[in-house]
């Protein structure tokens, strides 16, 4: 998949939460299909103005680093699976951001997974549920509207609203996830 499309979904990302607003404790989640869409996702959310180092030393364990996202006083921290990062440990980062104490004061916690871990599910916001920035819906929405404002041609505008349009009837007949048929509208937008 495109940087520029992982890009477009870490900037509706930090979009979304600047204008919902983050609470110290919040926890967040998003499942991806591979590890390779999550290290993209990452990549993306990484480059993003503003980020800071963040570090977290288990007492049992070696130190974990990752970065976090300033939203005023709250620190957005970014935890995601990886070779050396297996879920259970996000359900103990997640455990330790709703005590607030230490590091993890005044912070979130986003989770990125590849892998379904039904811990991190319940205590934690789907990114992807019904009102969220990545539900299909919301995506849909965010594109159509895209489609709509940009400088394109008649013509060019109508096919991509017209290939939207197919997208979400596709979408209702099969469960694809998000982002291989977002990605797919949003190459022919770029």
């Keep these: 998949m495109s940087n520029q499309f992982y890009n477009y979904i870490s900037t509706l ?3 979304y939460f600047k204008k919902a607003g983050i609470k110290k ?6 499942q991806l299909d591979s590890g390779t869409d999550v290290f993209h996702l990452v990549e993306a959310l ?3 103005e503003g980020t800071k180092p963040f570090r977290y030393k ?6 974990y680093e990752t970065f976090s996202i300033p939203f005023h006083e709250i620190n957005l921290v970014v935890a995601y699976t990886s070779k050396d990062v297996k879920p ?4 103990t980062l997640r455990n330790l951001v ?12 986003i989770s990125i997974v590849s892998e379904q871990l039904d811990s991190i599910q319940g205590g934690s916001s789907d990114l992807q549920k019904e009102g969220m920035p990545l539900h299909p819906a919301s995506l849909f929405n965010n594109l159509r509207n895209e489609i709509e404002n ?5 013509v060019d505008q109508i096919i991509l609203l017209d290939n939207l349009n197919n997208l979400v009837k596709e979408q209702s ?16 937008l770029s």
């Design 13 to 15: 990302l930090v979009e």
């Design 25 to 30: 404790g919040d926890r967040f989640y998003l």
């Design 46 to 48: 990484k480059i993003l």
């Design 58 to 63: 288990h007492e049992l364990g070696e130190e």
């Design 88 to 91: 259970d440990f996000l359900v």
């Design 98 to 109: 709703g005590e607030q104490k230490g590091v993890w004061e005044n912070s979130a916690l």
């Design 150 to 154: 940009r400088s394109l041609e008649k």
């Design 173 to 188: 007949f099969q469960q694809i996830t998000f982002l291989v048929h977002h990605q797919k509208l949003y190459l022919h």
